[in-house]
């Protein structure tokens, strides 16, 4: 069993849903194979993460803000403040994203995919995802020198192919520290960062299609947060999580937990734009 198959049935591995001789062969490889035995130990955190959602505790302070924001809307939009921010699923689907190609002996196709500006893409997010936690600035300029990052200023309404709804800021303390446009093969974007007192920084994107590719393969786990789905992926002792939010898609990554990014969307949610649906 070669590393491509191996990986293709971790999930299934861990949910002991294999004959026992497919999972003897998968375990026997796991054995002599470190780089698939931590993919499994990724997978192993995922799932105890999953197991251990609960219904965070929101601030006040934060349905203050949720309830303000939504005076004055249609009665249809309005929330029921007592509802929880974060329901858990009835069953957390363990799911990795798509792995890629079957085969890549030929050295042809090696070539055409080192071309591959949307393979380059994914190559390059997963480089900034590995060196957000530590090094964010050096992080946001990997993308920001490839993909043509222009500073927007958003007080004189950002003008451009793809308006930024970023807000001045976020729970926790954190305040928007700059928004930039990026031209990214996949689509035009906008990434904003946060910063608060304590040094932590967030990125916000903001973008028109769900991007799955910026995560490669590594582990997802699909879940509700704030009655949205939402995709979590496990990071270096962080989180990024993806949604649908109105007509866009939203990315955030370095949050510190599940009730975080829970915390995160309801935030969002109640400061986006009425014409954003």
């Known amino acids: 069993m070669n590393c491509e198959s191996a990986r293709a049935q971790l999930s299934a591995y861990l949910d002991q849903e294999m004959e026992p001789d497919a999972a003897a062969d998968v375990r026997a490889h796991l054995a002599r194979c470190p780089s698939c035995a931590d993919r499994l130990a990724e997978f192993t955190e995922l799932s105890v993460l999953a197991s251990d959602i609960r219904d965070p505790k929101v601030p006040q302070q934060v349905w203050t803000a949720i309830e303000a924001s939504l005076a004055g809307r249609d009665q249809s939009s309005s929330i029921n403040s007592k509802k929880p921010l974060f329901r858990k699923p009835s069953k957390v689907a363990l799911a990795a994203t798509v792995l890629v190609g079957a085969s890549l002996a030929l050295a042809g196709y090696w070539t055409w995919r080192s071309l591959d500006p949307h393979v380059q893409m994914a190559q390059l997010f997963n480089q900034y995802l590995d060196e ?133 969307i309801a935030y969002l949610d109640a400061h986006r734009p009425p014409d954003e649906g």
Not at 163 to 176: K, T
Not at 207 to 226: L, M, N, T
Request: glycine share 8%.
């Open 132 to 264: 957000f936690r530590d090094h964010p600035q050096q992080a946001q300029e990997v993308l920001r020198g490839r993909y043509a990052g222009r500073l927007l200023n958003l007080q004189a309404g950002n003008a451009g192919p793809f308006v930024s709804n970023a807000p001045q800021e976020l729970p926790a303390g954190f305040a928007r520290v700059e928004t930039y446009a990026l031209d990214m093969p996949c689509c035009k974007c906008t990434q904003t960062i946060y910063r608060n007192s304590a040094g932590d920084t967030l990125a916000l994107f903001e973008h028109s299609d769900d991007q799955r590719a910026w995560f490669g393969d590594r582990p997802v786990i699909e879940a509700q947060c704030h009655g949205q789905r939402t995709s979590l992926v496990q990071l270096n002792k962080q989180l990024a999580a993806s949604w649908k939010s109105g007509r866009r898609n939203l990315t955030i990554i370095g949050a510190r937990d599940v009730e975080q990014v829970s915390e995160l």
